[in-house]
């Protein structure tokens, strides 16, 4: 695309020539003598920068969608930054498709709606990749909600259980669930378990399920002893027992389950957008970089050794 340009001609008046430098700045700020330059913002020295589809290079930035209190994988740190397992990888995307990535807050549920309407380019947030979000269909109801989306899988995690630090409730599974009280975090895995596991509890009693908008919220109510268990993915599990009042807040109970692929959630039909993303994925994974990120963290466990599209069952 060619930059716009203005017309200079060497018949400019004596008056022009002995202009003031506020309107010489304003010619080379035009682009006078310069009328080939291109509009990209995004680098183009990158080494995948022409895998991106044009209207993002010439914005020079992806905007993603991510619910950002969920650590280790987004967070916002003590100067506010967002941190994290995905600001870290995405950091390392950018440098290989040269743009930047802008993560945008916002809550989980809503977060492929946003991608749906083009609030974002991307959603990135530990989401599951799983075949109802492929096709855009409510796990409740089985019914299609909207149009699925493309995932690149970048993570592998399984759902935890955990309570408060030496009261455990008698919780080691799911079923021990039944008839107690569990925080969980709106729209996750977690919470669709918990709803088809209080299903099944018959004469034991139904589970009292309390969803929030983000995990942190959840972890609130149980430390308060307002719910007898919690559940959220592994690595955001693990993290809340290891820092949550120095360790002292919480344990796990019991195994991870459910091991599904995080994916990097793409609108259907991006398809030069997804292919964009699993291309640098797969860069930084033969690289190193993709690995150092995962250690920093903590979260070898679930490294994956390949960008895979659509994975998730």
């Known amino acids: 695309m060619t930059a716009r340009t203005i017309r200079c001609t060497p018949a400019m008046s004596r008056l022009a020539a002995v202009g003031s430098l506020a309107v010489a ?12 330059g291109s509009s990209d913002k995004a680098d183009s020295s990158a080494p995948l920068v022409d895998l991106l589809p044009q209207a993002i290079r010439e914005k020079g930035e992806i905007k993603v969608g991510s619910d950002i209190a969920y650590p280790p994988v987004e ?6 930054r967002t941190i994290g397992i995905d600001p870290d990888l ?13 993560f945008q807050n916002g809550t989980f549920d809503t977060l492929l709606t946003g991608l749906r309407s083009k609030r974002y380019d991307l959603a990135m947030s530990a989401m599951t990749d799983t075949k109802n979000r492929q096709d855009g269909v409510d796990p409740e109801t089985n019914k299609k909600v909207g149009e699925g989306v493309d995932f690149v899988d970048y993570f592998t995690a399984g759902v935890s259980i955990y309570t408060k ?19 969980v975090q709106r729209g996750t895995v977690s919470h669709d378990l918990a709803k088809a596991e209080s299903a099944k509890c018959g004469a034991k009693g139904e589970i009292s399920i309390e969803a929030f908008d983000n995990d942190l919220e959840a972890q609130t109510r149980l430390r308060a002893g307002g719910a007898d268990a919690g559940s959220s993915d592994f690595p955001v599990a693990a993290y809340a027992v290891k820092t949550s009042g120095g360790g002292k807040d919480f344990q796990l ?10 994916g990097i959630a793409v609108a259907k039909g991006n ?22 990120v995962i250690t920093k963290w903590g979260v070898d466990a679930g490294a994956v050794t390949e960008a895979k599209i659509n994975g998730g069952s």
Do not use: N
Not at 90 to 102: I, P, R, S, T
Not at 253 to 262: D, S, T
Not at 274 to 282: E, F, H, M, P
């Open 75 to 80: 967070f916002k740190g003590d100067d506010g």
């Open 165 to 183: 630090k030496g009261d455990d409730k008698g919780i080691t599974t799911w079923a021990d669930l039944c008839g107690k009280k569990m925080v």
């Open 253 to 262: 109970v019991g195994e991870q389950v459910e091991a599904a692929p995080y």
């Open 90 to 102: 995405a950091d390392a995307l950018g440098k290989q498709l040269g743009v930047k990535f802008v």
């Open 25 to 36: 700045g304003a010619l080379i700020l035009t682009g006078c003598g310069d009328q080939t």
């Open 271 to 292: 398809d030069k957008l997804t292919k964009a993303i699993q291309s640098a994925l797969d860069a930084i994974i033969k690289d190193g970089t993709y690995q150092k």
